[in-house]
């Protein structure tokens, strides 16, 4: 299994203006430092209490908000500066690639052992540097900023999502046909009227909508068909991958396991791989491989579905687990009750953030920022104590 | 839609100042568009009134003159071909300014950012204007005539619209459908005229609605104040500015020459009243809650 | 030992007379509520939970209206007295607690006026005593420094501690009867067990009665002691919990437990109530499950089940509820 995906370091945060001149008073530390790979084919949860930074971790994904810094690699080419206007984005490159180099250079003493010490988007690149673009910077970022429109375009064919709210996601006043067409449209995948039609209706029957609805308004339809429709507008790309953000989280109980259930199969029919992001743990275990916990602005834990589940190693996913009502009166389970509320991620608490509700934390805890640390292969944990 | 378009129909129908609003709307349009017919033009340009007579006194209705006469003019006939011109006005100032508005509200709210912020202080100067009293200086500085008082009520007319509008983007911008769009790779433009804009339109109509009404009256005060038609020009407005003089009667009559006002003023206030009343059944109309 | 119900609701119907149509939002309702205990009342949304809980206070809107049935408070019907005297009620007697605490509080009020107007509305104190009695109210539920918070504005508190402030100028007059409608629906879940945590404790020290609405099954399991399942406007089946979670006997119940994620089973797949959730204004004729039910029969699109005792304390509105016993047969130990 390759990795689809590969974030490194990504921070996003949001200035707070303020008075007459707009003046940035303070910054919202939405995201603050988060890397995590997503393998192809796999489905990845990322889980985590309401302002946590999920949300925004997908809209920077989705390259819908710009990153404040980090490294965004997908289907092994760096998406970072894609966005970005033209300066911005070579002095992106410049700084990650061309400075990077250069110094590995004066290191290492030749060029071949450069590329051989890299591996992966770096070495590419480096093998780009030195020969095609002849240790120029100039020309290398013009070697990658080539030919940037398509590059975009392939991208947000590649990248899709789909939101919470069924009746938000969809415009109001557009039919399905153009909603679900609207894609497959901007990126010339079918020809003409009638290539656009049956386009439309195979999406459409994938996702369990009669083709015939298509000329149907969007209130015409119940949360849940709404929220196929939503589906079928990602699908209609053929995205590699599909960023369900809080997917099911607005559907009644009986609804969200027919979407779930959905969802899981086109997984399979189409090769899809998913960041499932949601509040709900228990949605979460059913749907995912793997699971990404959050808590403000920082990942605490991740590790495949059962050895989370089987050791759950950071304190705020135990607690997380246990404030989970099980709907089953035969078990009584301990509850670890958190103390206070979630703080402001304008000023997260020093050291370890989850220090101010931790039953565990000790003085080191306030001081000192706990690293990911991988307890067992491929479960990391970043607290002082985890064992 | 077949539903809602119903229902919005019946709504509107139940309402009573709605079907006043629109009965007298109607009412207006039909004697603008039979002016020519209900009072046949006299001379090459239909738009002055026909001097009937050279003695300037007012003279009250009479066979021939039913609201009679005024500075030697006929008051009906001014008063029928004013209702083109209350249209003239009223239209084409509201929807270029309201366009003009339009453009730069869109512009500002879906770009946001400097662009948004220089836009939005340049409206803030505009704003900062008091209205009438930018309107009267342009004018002054244009010339007399018409065609100038319309241009700088344009010029002057189209900030509330500009912010009503960026408000309302800012709002759609953050509709999930609006980011899928982005997120499906659809243009700028596209994202503005396909998703926001049609979602965002609405109120922006209705206000234009309300506005076509209370331009009549600027242009009138413009024409009142002798800065807008020429003399002679069919104008509510230009009609009141020649009772002006008239205004207080003879000594001891003070309301001899009340036609002399109260047939173009009726006509005035009547045709914004048409228009408030259905902007404000349009509002009532399409969304609840935008009451109060 | 037979216990007497503080609050019983008999075939209550309230319905809202719509543009549109009739819409029956409650359409046969019976439960009754004990003191000190909780009545978790559970079903999918637009199935009427809120509108009972509204009725029962009779503060529904100019649409809606109690056509039939009776709501007893200690023996008296409360859709028979006149206005006023249901204002004394309302607020001392029975409480509500809302989803969005944003929206019912006022955010131009501190959140200490708003308990101490509750307080003085029901009981002859001056002001310093109410407010006294307001701080108490806010330390009991677990406000921090509640001297300084009584006079915050409601968006300067977190939405958790917004619920702890309905909580408390719910509890001011110690209600006898407590109805919460979705408490932490709006509410992260590690705030969630807080709250929950918090009524548990104060239903230990009042004895109240409390009305627990919500749509999520694992809170009922966890807090109530008797259940109401509602689809479509009525009772579909009533039983205490421990019953209803073993012995489920309506389809529908049956379907919703089997279609919840889990986290203390592994499940391979889902299983799928098929459908929708049916329009009010278009009810099925029959049984309102019918078009989604897996035991249906042809009676069932003909004639409308009755609430029948299946077991001590347990009534389930359905024709054919054994076959779901059968169905349960084929997969033991599901829920054991
Ligand atoms: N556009 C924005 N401008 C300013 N702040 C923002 C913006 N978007 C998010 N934030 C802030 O960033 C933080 C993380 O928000 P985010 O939406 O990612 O949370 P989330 O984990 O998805 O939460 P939820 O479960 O409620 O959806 C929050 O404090 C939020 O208020
Ligand atoms: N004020 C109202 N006017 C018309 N219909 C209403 C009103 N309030 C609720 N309803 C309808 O009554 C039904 C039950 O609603 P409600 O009790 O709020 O559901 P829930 O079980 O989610 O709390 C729904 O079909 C809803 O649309
Ligand atoms: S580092 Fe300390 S405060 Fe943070 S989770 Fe671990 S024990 Fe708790
Ligand atoms: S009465 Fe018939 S349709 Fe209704 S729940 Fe029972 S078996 Fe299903
Ligand atoms: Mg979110
Ligand atoms: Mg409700």
Redesign the pocket.
């Known amino acids: 299994m390759s990795a689809i995906l590969k974030v490194e370091n990504l921070v996003k945060y949001f200035p707070i203006r303020a008075g007459v001149f707009k003046r940035v008073v303070a910054w919202i530390k939405a995201v603050d430092g988060v890397s995590f790979e997503i393998n192809e084919g796999e489905t990845v949860g990322l889980v985590g209490e309401s302002g946590c930074g999920k949300t925004t971790i997908g809209m920077v994904l989705l390259r819908l908000y710009e990153p404040t810094s980090g490294r965004i690699i997908f289907d092994n080419e760096d998406t970072t500066y894609f966005f970005m206007p033209a300066l911005r984005a070579r002095s992106y490159i410049k700084r990650t690639y061309v400075d990077k180099f250069n110094a590995l250079l004066k290191e290492l003493g030749s060029k071949d052992a450069v590329v051989n010490a890299l591996e992966g988007v770096d070495r590419r690149y480096a093998e780009m540097f030195f020969s095609e673009a002849k240790s120029s910077t100039g020309k290398f970022c013009s070697l990658l900023l080539s030919n940037m429109d398509e590059k975009r375009k392939q991208f947000r064919k590649n990248v899709q999502i789909v939101f919470q709210d069924p009746y938000s996601s969809l415009n109001p006043r557009l039919r399905i046909k153009s909603i679900v067409g609207e894609g497959p449209a901007v990126h010339k995948m079918v020809k003409g009227e009638k290539e656009l039609i049956n386009k439309v209706r195979s999406v459409l029957e994938d996702v369990g909508i009669s083709g015939d609805y298509m000329y149907r308004f969007p209130h015409e339809f119940s949360g849940g068909q709404r929220q196929r429709i939503g589906i079928a507008r990602a699908l209609a790309l053929s995205p590699k991958l599909v960023i369900a953000d809080e997917a099911v989280s607005a559907l009644d109980v009986s609804i969200r396991s027919q979407i779930i259930n959905l969802m899981k199969d086109l997984q399979h029919e189409h090769k899809l791989t998913y960041l499932f992001i949601s509040h709900d743990l228990s949605v979460i275990k059913y749907v995912s491989d793997r699971i990404i916990v959050m808590y403000l602005g920082k990942i605490v834990e991740t590790a495949a579905k059962k050895d989370l589940f089987d050791n759950p190693s950071h304190p705020y996913t135990r607690a997380l687990m246990s404030a989970i009502p099980i709907p089953n009166p035969n078990i009584k389970k301990e509850r670890i009750i958190l103390k206070g509320d979630v703080p402001s991620p304008v000023n997260p608490p020093s050291g370890c953030r989850f220090h101010t509700r931790c039953y565990m934390a000790q003085e080191i805890c306030s001081k000192e920022e706990p690293q990911m640390r991988e307890i067992s292969p491929g479960h990391w944990v970043a607290c002082h104590f985890a064992k | 839609m077949r539903v809602e378009t119903r229902r919005t129909l019946r709504r509107l129908l139940r309402n009573p100042s709605a079907v006043l609003g629109f009965s007298l709307l109607i009412f207006f349009t039909l004697i603008a568009i039979f002016a020519p017919l209900i009072c046949p033009p006299q001379s090459y340009d239909p738009y002055m009134i026909p001097i009937v007579t050279w003695d300037k006194t007012p003279q009250p209705p009479s066979e021939g003159h039913p609201f009679g006469i005024i500075d030697g003019r006929d008051i009906f006939y001014g008063v029928v071909w004013g209702t083109r011109t209350a249209f003239k006005v009223g239209l084409t100032v509201t929807l270029t300014s309201t366009l003009v508005g339009l453009v730069i509200g869109s512009i500002a709210g879906y770009f946001g950012g400097w662009l948004d912020e220089v836009l939005m202080r340049i409206t803030d100067v505009f704003l900062s204007i008091p209205y009438i009293l930018a309107a009267i200086v342009m004018t002054a500085f244009l010339g007399m005539g018409l065609d100038k008082v319309m241009i700088s009520l344009i010029i002057f007319g189209w900030m509330a619209t500009a912010r009503l509008i960026r408000a309302n983007i800012l709002q759609a911008r953050e509709e999930q459908y609006v980011l899928a769009a982005k997120a499906l790779g659809v243009s700028d433009f596209w994202v503005i005229t396909k998703h926001i804009l049609p979602n965002t339109i609405f109120p922006v109509l209705i206000q234009a609605t309300m506005r076509i009404g209370s331009l009549v009256i600027t242009a009138a005060a413009l024409s009142f104040l002798g800065l807008g038609a020429p003399v002679g020009y069919a104008d509510w407005g230009a009609l009141l500015n020649f009772a002006r003089n008239w205004l207080l009667g003879a000594s001891g009559e003070a309301l001899r020459y009340w036609y002399a006002i109260v047939y173009p003023g009726t006509a005035m206030v009547l045709f914004v009243l048409a228009w408030n009343l259905v902007g404000d059944a349009l509002r009532d109309a399409f969304d609840p809650r935008l009451r109060g | 030992m037979e216990k007497k119900p503080v609050l019983s609701v008999k075939n209550l119907k309230t319905y809202?007379y719509?543009e549109d149509g009739i819409?029956k939002?409650v359409d046969g309702v019976d439960f009754d509520v004990y003191q000190g205990e909780t009545l978790g009342i559970v079903?999918?949304?637009?199935?009427?939970?809120?509108?009972?809980a509204l009725s029962i206070l009779r503060i529904?809107?100019e649409?809606?209206r109690i056509v039939e049935g009776q709501v007893l408070l200690d023996g008296v019907d409360l859709t028979k007295i006149e206005e006023q005297d249901m204002r004394k009620i309302r607020g001392k007697d029975i409480a509500i607690i809302f989803q969005e605490p944003m929206v019912a509080l006022n955010p131009v009020f501190t959140i200490g006026d708003q308990i101490m107007e509750a307080i003085m509305l029901h009981q002859k104190v001056d002001e310093k005593t109410a407010r006294n009695m307001a701080v108490d109210l806010l330390r009991k539920v677990g406000i921090p420094e509640p001297e300084k918070r009584i006079d915050q504005y409601p968006h300067e508190l977190s939405g958790g501690m917004r619920q702890r402030a309905m909580i408390a100028m719910a509890l001011s007059c110690k209600p006898k009867v407590l109805i919460a409608?979705e408490p932490t629906t709006a509410l992260d879940v590690t705030i969630q067990a807080q709250i929950m945590e918090l009524m548990k404790e104060l239903q230990k020290e009042y004895g109240m009665a409390i009305m627990l609405?919500t749509?999520d099954l694992g809170l009922i399991a966890e807090n109530a002691d008797r259940v109401v399942v509602?689809y479509a406007?009525k009772v579909v089946e009533y039983a205490d919990v421990k019953t209803l979670f073993n012995d489920p006997k309506h389809p529908y119940t049956w379907g919703l437990l089997h279609a919840i994620p889990r986290l203390d089973i592994e499940q391979t797949r889902l299983y799928n109530i098929p459908g929708v959730v049916p329009d009010?204004l278009h009810f099925p004729p029959g049984c309102k499950f019918n078009p989604r039910c897996e035991f249906k029969e042809e009676r069932c699109t003909r004639e409308e089940p009755q609430l029948i005792e299946v077991g001590e304390n347990h009534t389930v509105r359905c024709f054919f509820w054994q076959k779901v016993d059968e169905a349960k047969k084929r997969k033991v130990g599901e829920f054991v």
Do not use: N, Q, R, Y
């Open positions: 809202f719509t819409v939002a079903g999918e949304s637009g199935c009427g939970k809120s509108v009972t529904l809107d649409k809606g409608d609405i749509h509602m406007g009010p």
